[in-house]
């Protein structure tokens, strides 16, 4: 069964930080593009983060750029969010989620991206 498991949420205040990981099963990922969304109360589900095969190109949105650096560990099928400075607008059900080609994610969500992780919960409040 293919599978994408997320886990590092938790409850945070203003400022500080949080690790994400999302490792996959029953199948690799170093020929996937990779991405993690968030979805807020009432909202969307948006794009924060995207990486590529190969050369591991990034894509941010601006209201991240500079705080969340995405990461990927092929050896490991898992990838990696680093969330820094976090904001109360932060706050939301996170996901994980892995696509073949780049603009699948970088282009969300225009396009879909092929296997999703079920989400972990990042609050941030004081």
């Known amino acids: 069964q293919l599978q994408l498991v997320e886990s590092g949420g938790g409850s945070v205040q203003p400022g500080g930080s949080l690790n994400l990981s999302c490792a996959a099963s029953?199948?690799?990922?170093?020929?996937?593009?990779l991405g993690w969304f968030r979805q807020a109360p009432g909202k969307e589900r948006e794009g924060v983060a995207c990486?590529?095969?190969?050369?591991?190109?990034?894509t941010y949105p601006d209201s991240v750029k500079g705080r969340f650096t995405i990461s990927r560990d092929n050896a490991r099928d898992t990838v990696y969010l680093r969330m820094n400075n976090l904001k109360s607008e932060d706050t939301g059900v996170y996901y994980c989620?892995?696509?073949?080609?780049?603009?699948?994610?970088?282009?969300?969500?225009?396009?879909?991206?092929?296997?999703w992780g079920k989400g972990t919960l990042v609050t941030v409040s004081s």
């Open positions: 989620a892995a696509a073949e080609a780049y603009y699948s994610c970088s282009s969300y969500p225009k396009y879909g991206m092929d296997y």
């Open positions: 990486i590529s095969t190969g050369i591991e190109i990034t």
């Open positions: 029953g199948f690799t990922l170093d020929k996937y593009a």
